[in-house]
């Protein structure tokens, strides 16, 4: 996958007083998304109901963070961690994630997802932490550098080189 558009570095941020609340059947696919949820990813509802729930990952994202998650679910157990999402429109945003089961007599009918802002420093936190954890488990990562003196931004992602010519002033 490649990112041409400018928007792959445009952050949308979560306010602080808001929750992003989702539901997915046992297979990851939507059931149900909150107005928030749709606001802030830039979907309708009616597009991201029966898709799955990945539609909304973001390629800094290591595949690790996601198989310990579906571990812990398969476990009968709730999973929290730190997860960078990508817009419709190829922007981003950070969240926590709170993910439960839930279950109907006895039985696992649903997950449902609970998403809250996180902090700047801890953005900045987690992007080094799971820079170096896709860098250790060998899957392609993503620098991008800005050059103000030729108005360039460079942007190397999955091993191809983009450049896009950027008016600041």
């Not at 900045?124 to 993503?142: A, F, G, M, S, V």
């Amino acid at each position: 996958m490649q990112y041409k558009q400018s928007e792959f570095l445009i952050e949308t941020i979560v306010p602080k007083d808001e929750l992003i609340v989702s539901r997915t059947d046992l297979k990851g696919n939507i059931t149900y998304a909150n107005d928030t949820f749709t606001q802030i990813s830039g979907y309708e509802v009616d597009e991201l109901i029966g898709k799955p729930h990945n539609c909304v990952r973001h390629p800094d994202m290591p595949k690790k963070v996601f198989e310990e998650l579906w571990s812990s679910l398969e476990k009968n157990q709730s999973w929290s961690g730190v997860i960078k999402n990508l817009r419709k429109d190829k922007g981003f945003y950070w969240v926590h994630a709170q993910i439960n089961v839930v279950k109907k007599d006895g039985k696992i009918v649903e997950y449902k997802s609970i998403r809250t802002p996180i902090s700047f420093k801890d953005k900045l936190k987690y992007q080094k932490l799971y820079d170096n954890i896709k860098k250790e488990n060998n899957e392609k990562t993503r620098v991008v550098s800005y050059n103000l003196k030729n108005y360039t931004i460079f942007s190397h992602l999955y091993s191809k080189i983009t450049y896009e010519k950027v008016d600041f002033f």
